[in-house]
């Protein structure tokens, strides 16, 4: 299924807020302009690679998912959550 506009534009900016510190986690380098689906895939790597049991990383992959499959309404509350659970996550493994 591919990503309606809007959610790509959001995916887009959160992955640039994110992307270079979430691979640094793992030791990887950013990706350039990731799918909705490679973000996702970065996070997943990172929740299994640094910390399997983090909560907020769970969670972050729970709502990119959600906001990617979901309803169009639904997809900036989702997005919202997964930003403050991505911020979370990132502060406490540093």
């Known amino acids: 299924m591919a990503a ?3 959610t790509r534009n959001m995916f887009a ?3 640039a807020c994110f992307s270079r510190d979430l691979a640094a986690l793992i030791s990887e380098d ?3 302009d990731p799918t909705p689906n490679e973000f996702i895939d970065l996070v997943t790597r ?3 690679g640094v ?3 983090s909560e907020d990383l769970v969670d972050a992959v ?4 959600d906001a990617l499959n979901g309803p169009t309404g639904d ?3 989702a997005l919202s959550r997964a930003r403050a659970h991505l911020r979370n996550a ?4 540093h």
């Open 51 to 53: 910390n399997p049991v």
């Open 62 to 65: 729970t709502e990119l998912t």
């Open 90 to 93: 990132i502060e406490t493994t």
């Open 30 to 32: 950013a990706p350039h």
């Open 4 to 6: 309606r506009q809007p």
């Open 13 to 15: 900016a959160l992955s």
């Open 75 to 77: 997809q900036r509350e």
């Open 46 to 48: 990172v929740r299994d």
